[in-house]
């Protein structure tokens, strides 16, 4: 009987041998994932003019609406605007200190920091695609640090999760290809 219910328990030995790994690897995502963050809201940006060399217009399937602007710039900077055209080729770029993400976008005539899609810009997909990874990982990290037991599917759950969310914000940072 004994046996029995050591092969059958909540926690076998793969995942209590995987769980500290797993744990680590969790909050080394999260520590980057904040320093990300920290990076473009936080730490003071640093100004830096530069003239638009070219943009190419993304649409929406069939129907050809315009949802947004990706800019290229001179000085090698890439930033999107939603659905608003930047008339003006000289601009002032505000970026961040550590990883060069752009935070603002002015002209002479107006401030596009609003419309600022690109980067970690709350109106863009990988604000929140960041924020989804933090939240799991937090749940994660709880779930697995706790006292009651899980059963095997549920590690592997959080673990296919998790890795395809990291894969989603490295894939929409464009830090893949």
Known sequence: MTNY??????ENE????????IVYLFILVAFIISIVFFDYYVLPASKTNDVITHYAVRTSGKSAQKVSYHYFTQKG????TAKEFIEENNIVIETSLLFKSVIT???KTRNY????????????????TCLILLFSIGISIKILLSKKGFSENTFYNIVCFNSFMIFVCVY??????
């Open 5 to 10: 219910s050591q092969k059958y328990s909540s």
């Open 14 to 21: 793969f995942i209590i041998k995987n769980k500290p790994i």
């Open 77 to 80: 900077f890439t930033f999107s």
């Open 105 to 107: 976008v002015k002209s």
């Open 113 to 128: 920091k609003n419309i600022l899609s690109s980067g970690l810009s709350i109106n863009g997909i990988q604000f929140y």
């Open 172 to 177: 929409i940072g464009g830090y893949l290809f």
